[in-house]
């Protein structure tokens, strides 16, 4: 499923990696701040991101490539393994380690039915429950989940998340009725 598939304009992925040798991605808590940071300035330009969740060693993103002909030189591939090269950059200066911190090569599967959108929202909200970073997901921190519910002001695509569970209720339902067996099937490794 997660075969070096091209990433194509218009349509939607889902991203993943953990870190090299089961190593953490994310040592401190500014760590995250940090990625976040990177994201913004390499996946932005290229990409909407509809749901997210980072964890101390593997993360979460769902995102829709933008249309190619609004792209000015960027590719799509070129811009993850930037924002993924950076990061390491400075985890390894500022930690005094050497070598990979990610896997080699992201995963990346293309989501091909709204199905598939719904169940693959919930998945990544759940990720951090589910792995027993957290007890409750709805309270993690560094996942979409809370920003969508609240209604915050980010730059992921909140309401067009809520639109395909059809309103904010139905999405907090979904959430609360989480089946992981809906989509177990579609997902590798994790």
Known sequence: MSKEIPLVGGQYYHIYNRGNNGENL???????????????RHIYPIANTYAYCLMKNHFH??????PEQDLTGLNYSKQFSNLFNAYTKTINNTYQRTGSLFQKNFKRILVDSDTYLTHLVNYIHHNPQKHGFTDDFSTYP??????????????IEKQKVIDWFGNLKLFVEYHQQFDETKIQHLIEDD
């Not at 994310?26 to 913004?40: A, D, M, S």
């Not at 993103?61 to 933008?66: D, E, G, I």
């Open 26 to 40: 994310f040592i401190e808590e500014r760590n995250y701040q940090y990625f976040f940071e990177l994201y913004i």
């Open 61 to 66: 993103l769902l995102v829709q490539m933008k």
């Open 142 to 155: 560094y996942s979409s989940y809370q920003t969508i519910y609240q209604q915050k002001n980010s730059r």
